[in-house]
Structures are given as structure tokens and as C-alpha cells.
């Protein structure tokens, strides 16, 4: 039976240490998780993730306004001749520009720098050249289905430039707030509970002592007075009792006034303030 036993609790303590060991890594897990830096670097990632995809629309599109403003420069010139060559060079010259103007925003977005009318102003301009370009033989045509198929890609890279820059500033605002938040999680320590032991603190009651007989009264054989009983020994919860007692608003709670409080010694002192700290919610001083 005392083999059973000991096979039980032997059980018991390795779960628990098992247990431990999980809640300490999910504790360092979680506070590098909740780090400010690390919280700021996901917000980057998606920061990168959604200029690598407006980006890739935005050439894309571009790429197909420049077959359609080649076709539409070319105006039927030979396939090779100066004309038709030529004609290439039209929209790559206003998507150039466009994409200067976007990589720049891309910057500036980043730092919350507002840039200049003209900058809007050349933006717009090359957006409504690119459309014009791409949708005026259609229109010319009277054909709605070719207006539509030759407006989308103008349309979507024109909407796309105004939204990332939107986008670019909103991730930073992102970044700035993430990292405040964390920054304020992680400046917050949570409160350790200090625990009371049960077994009694080992010093000597010298404030009261209690007799049990009167001291005329003869306990041993006549002639010999009687023996004062043992004093009882202070608890830590009766320090305490006393310290939150005699403390008020307004007193500082430190080690030494603890002592003067209870009479406790040097080295309970500092237990008894941090544990009657804990309870008023006042942060105590350490030293003595």
C-alpha cells in the first residue's frame, strides 16, 4: 500500500512539473507576442504584403493600356514601320511618370508627409491620358462593349493609386497605434499575489504576556511563586492584522514604518509591507 502510494504521488509530481514547464514557455510565448516591436513588425509585413499586391495590379494594368494606346497611336501603320515603332513609346511615357509619382507617395505616405497640388494634379493627368487613350476608338466606334473591356484596366489602376496611398498612411497610423497599446501592456506589471504561510513566524510575542494565575496565587509548593505561561507566538496574519490597523491614507508603506507598527523583525518587514501594499493597491517602497 505504501508502494502504491509513493508510485501515485511519484505520478503527480512529474504531471505537475510537466504542467510548469508548459506554462512557463507559454508565458515567454506570450510576452513576445504581445511585444511592441513584434507587434509592429507584423503590421510592417502587412504593410509589404499589400504594396507587393496593388503593385502587381497596377503594372498589370498598365501592361494591357499599352497594347491598346499602341494600337491606338499606330492609327493602322505598317507592322515595323517608324510610325508603328514609334507608338510604343507613347503610354510606357505617361506610365513612367505615373510610377514615379506613385513610388514617391509610397514614401511619403509612410511618414504621413502630405505632398503638393501638383503632385495630385500630375497624378490626375496622366490616370485621365491613360484612360482617354484606351477608350477613344471605342468611343469614336459607338461600341459599348469595347468603352467597357478598355475602361476597366484605366479605371482599376486609377482607383488603385488613390487607395494605396490611403492605405500606406493607414498602416502607419496602424503601426503607431499597435505599439502604443502593446507599449502599455507589457508597462503594466500584473500584481503577484504574496502568499501567507500557515506555519507560525517564530518570534516571541513581547508586547503582551498573559499569566494565568493571579500573581498571589501559588501553582507549585508553598513558598514558590507561579511561573508566568510561554508567550504564544505571533502569526504572520496577526503582524499584518496589526499593520492594517494602524495604517491610514496617506502613509507611506515602507519596511521600516512596518516595524515600527508591529514591532516585527528586520527581515518580515519587508513581507509585511509588500503584502499590505497588495491590499490598499499602494505601491510600497523597498527599502528600509
Known sequence: ????????????????????????????????????????????RVRSQVDRLC???????????????????AAGSAVGSLPWLTAWLLDPTVCLVLLAILRAEQVTARYQVHTGAWVRAAKWFTLAATYVMNTWSSWVSGSPAGVVLHSVPPLVVFVAAEAVTDLRDKLTDAVSVAFMNATGRAATPEPAPVPEPAAPVHEPNTTALEPTES????????????APRPARRKLFADYLAD????????????PAWVREA????????????????????????ADD
Do not use: Y
Open 55 to 73: 503593385w502587381s495590379g497596377i503594372v498589370l494594368g498598365l501592361a494591357f493600356t499599352t497594347a491598346n494606346v499602341q494600337w491606338f497611336a
Open 1 to 44: 500500500m505504501t508502494t502504491t502510494n509513493h508510485e501515485n504521488a511519484a505520478a503527480v509530481a512529474g504531471r505537475a512539473r510537466r504542467l510548469a514547464q508548459d506554462a512557463a514557455e507559454a508565458a515567454d510565448v506570450r510576452r513576445w507576442q504581445t511585444h511592441p516591436d513584434v507587434v509592429a513588425l507584423r503590421v510592417e
Open 243 to 254: 499593520a492594517r490597523a494602524a495604517w491610514t491614507p496617506g502613509v507611506e508603506i515602507t
Open 215 to 226: 500573581a498571589g496565587e501559588l501553582s507549585g509548593p508553598v513558598g514558590e511563586p507561579a
Open 262 to 285: 508591529t514591532g516585527c523583525s528586520r527581515g518580515l518587514s519587508s513581507r509585511l509591507a509588500a503584502a499590505l501594499s497588495a491590499e490598499t493597491g499602494k505601491g510600497g517602497r
